[in-house]
């Protein structure tokens, strides 16, 4: 079962508080995403911290029902 896009979006911004997310179905099958997440909370933290931010906030969904997401992070 695959996520919707706009699922992935509401699962960011709601755990990651005033980000903004951009989602892009990669291979249009609604199961390969590109998120690019842009946060204040970002700031002075190296990328793989930034990228465990957004799969903290999508949960147990990553590798289940989200099956690939391709991340692109920044600080504002």
């Known amino acids: 079962m695959a996520m919707a896009a706009a699922d992935i979006e509401a699962l960011i911004v709601a755990g990651i508080p005033g980000s903004q997310v951009e989602i892009t179905d990669l291979a249009g099958d609604g199961d390969h995403y ?41 600080a504002e």
């Open 34 to 74: 590109a998120a690019r997440v842009i946060s204040a909370s970002f700031a002075g933290l190296p990328r793989i911290r930034q990228h465990q931010a957004v799969y903290a906030a999508l949960g147990d969904r990553m590798g289940g029902v989200l099956h690939a997401l391709q991340l692109t992070t920044a």
